[in-house]
C-alpha cells in the first residue's frame, strides 16, 4: 500500500513540475532568467504563464529590453483583447515606447 501511494505522491510531483515548469524551461533554455516563483503567482492569478513568457521571450529575442512585469501589466489590462504571445508582445512594445 505503501509503494502506491509513493507512486502516486511522485507523479503528482512529477506533474506539477511539468505544469509549473515548462514555461521556465523554455525560458532557461533560451538563456532568460523567469522566476519560477512569479510563474507559481501567475497561475495563482490565473495569469497564462506560457503567453508572457513567449511574448517575452519573442522581444528578447527580437533585440527589445522590455521588462518582464510590463508583459504582465499589458496582459491585465488587455486581458478581453489579447489571445497570442504575437498581440502581446505588439501590445506591450506600444505601451511602453
Known amino acids: 500500500m505503501d509503494a502506491i ?3 502516486a ?9 511539468v505544469y509549473f515548469g515548462r514555461p521556465w524551461l523554455r525560458a532557461r533554455r533560451l538563456g532568460v532568467a523567469v522566476p519560477l516563483v512569479r510563474i507559481l503567482a501567475w497561475r495563482l492569478e490565473g495569469v497564462p504563464p506560457d503567453l508572457i513568457v513567449d511574448a517575452y521571450l519573442a522581444q528578447r529575442t527580437a533585440g527589445h529590453e522590455l521588462p518582464l512585469a510590463a508583459f ?7 486581458r478581453d483583447r489579447i489571445t497570442n504571445a504575437s498581440e502581446l508582445a505588439r501590445h506591450t512594445r506600444e505601451e511602453t515606447t
Do not use: D, G, K, Q
Not at 505522491?9 to 513540475?17: D, G, K, N, P, R
Open 9 to 17: 505522491e511522485v507523479a503528482l510531483f512529477a506533474a506539477a513540475i
Open 72 to 78: 504582465h501589466r499589458t496582459w491585465m489590462a488587455n
Open 5 to 7: 501511494v509513493s507512486a
